[in-house]
Nanobody, 123 residues
Framework: QVQLVESGGGLVQAGGSLRLSCASS????????MGWFRQAAGEEREFVAA????????HYTDSVKGRFTISMDYDKNMVYLQMNNLKPEDTAIYYC????????????????WGRGTQVTVSS
C-alpha cells in the first residue's frame, strides 16, 4: 500500500514561511511526478503545485505563484513545498501525492491520501 507522510505544518503569522516535507513509499524507479494539494475547512481539496520528475519543471495554481516553490530530492525520495509570504487564505491541510495531467488540470494519481499537515496562517 502506498504510504504518504506529510510534515512541517504549523501556525504562522501572515507574511511568514513554512517548509513542508513529503515522504512516500512510491518506488523511486517509477519516476512519479509529484504534487501538493490542500483542503481548507468546508472546501474541496485543490491542486497547489506539481513537479515533473527529472525535468524539474514545475506548475502552480495561480494563487500561490511567486510565493510557493516545489522541489524534489531524488536521493531521499522526498518532495518539499517552500511557502513564503503566507496569507490567511493559505490555511488548510496540505497533502502530497503522485500526480498526472488531465484535461481538467493536475490530478492525484492515487486515491489514497496521507494524514496531511495542518497549515494555519493568522492575520
Amino acid at each position: 500500500q502506498v504510504q504518504l507522510v506529510e510534515s512541517g505544518g504549523g501556525l504562522v503569522q501572515a507574511g511568514g514561511s513554512l517548509r513542508l516535507s513529503c515522504a512516500s513509499s512510491l518506488p523511486a524507479e517509477n519516476h512519479y511526478d509529484m504534487g501538493w494539494f490542500r483542503q481548507a475547512a468546508g472546501e474541496e481539496r485543490e491542486f497547489v503545485a506539481a513537479i515533473i520528475w527529472g525535468a524539474d519543471r514545475t506548475h502552480y495554481t495561480d494563487s500561490v505563484k511567486g510565493r510557493f516553490t516545489i522541489s524534489m530530492d531524488y536521493d531521499k525520495n522526498m518532495v518539499y513545498l517552500q511557502m513564503n509570504n503566507l496569507k490567511p487564505e493559505d490555511t488548510a491541510i496540505y497533502y502530497c501525492n503522485a500526480v498526472r495531467p488531465t484535461v481538467m488540470g493536475w490530478s492525484a494519481m492515487f486515491g489514497y491520501w496521507g494524514r496531511g499537515t495542518q497549515v494555519t496562517v493568522s492575520s
